[in-house]
């Protein structure tokens, strides 16, 4: 099987947030000057959320978090 494939999943916001919150705790321990392969996909994951749900906020969210 090739780990050369890409998948898109659909979510809710909400349900974004709860993963990604998720996802943090389960790597907060783990170094950052040394992270090892899953913990670097992991945060690469969260990246990745936190950008979909800053641009999903609506707009008065926006200036709020700024």
Known sequence: MSCNIDIDVKVNIHVAAIVREAL???TKQDSYEFPGQRTV???SMILALDEAIEANLPEDDH???V
């Open 24 to 26: 943090f705790l389960y």
């Open 41 to 43: 996909a992991i945060r």
């Open 63 to 65: 200036e709020h978090s």
